[in-house]
């Protein structure tokens, strides 16, 4: 079992930035690709951004490139989400994910909630106009 900790999100203006944190405890020694998804009020939760294990590969959601980045750090266990530029309709809960597959599985199923095995409890952002 892998546990996930976000934290970071907070209330901000929009062309703020913020860092979200994901923090990775238990069985932590796989090779895990990690994933970046929210979900806002009424919709359904959608794909931010994922990175392999290795972090040599990321990929967006083409409502946040240029503006987010995601980035890892496996001696920590941890991954991050810097946002940048934030919008009103970044406004949702960002919850972190593990998954458990090999990296081809993973390059091309890298948006799909399913992919992932482990998923954290979420931090609230929220981004006033």
């Known amino acids: 079992q892998v546990q996930l900790v976000e934290s970071g999100g907070g209330l901000v203006q929009a062309g703020d930035s913020l860092r979200l944190s994901c923090a990775a405890s238990g069985r932590t020694g796989g090779s895990y690709p990690m994933g970046w998804f929210r979900q806002a009020p009424g919709k359904e939760r959608e794909f931010v951004t994922a990175?392999?294990?290795?972090?040599?590969?990321?990929f967006y959601a083409d409502s946040v490139k240029g503006r987010f980045t995601i980035s890892r750090d496996n001696a920590k266990n941890t991954v991050y989400l810097q946002m940048n530029s934030l919008k009103p309709e970044d406004t949702a809960v960002y919850y972190c994910?593990?998954?458990?597959?090999?990296?081809?599985?993973?390059?091309?199923?890298?948006?799909?909630?399913?992919?992932?095995?482990?998923w954290g409890q979420g931090t609230q952002v929220t981004v006033s106009s």
């Open positions: 994910a593990a998954g458990n597959q090999g990296y081809h599985i993973f390059s091309t199923s890298y948006s799909r909630p399913g992919l992932y095995d482990y």
């Open positions: 990175i392999s294990w290795s972090g040599g590969t990321t």
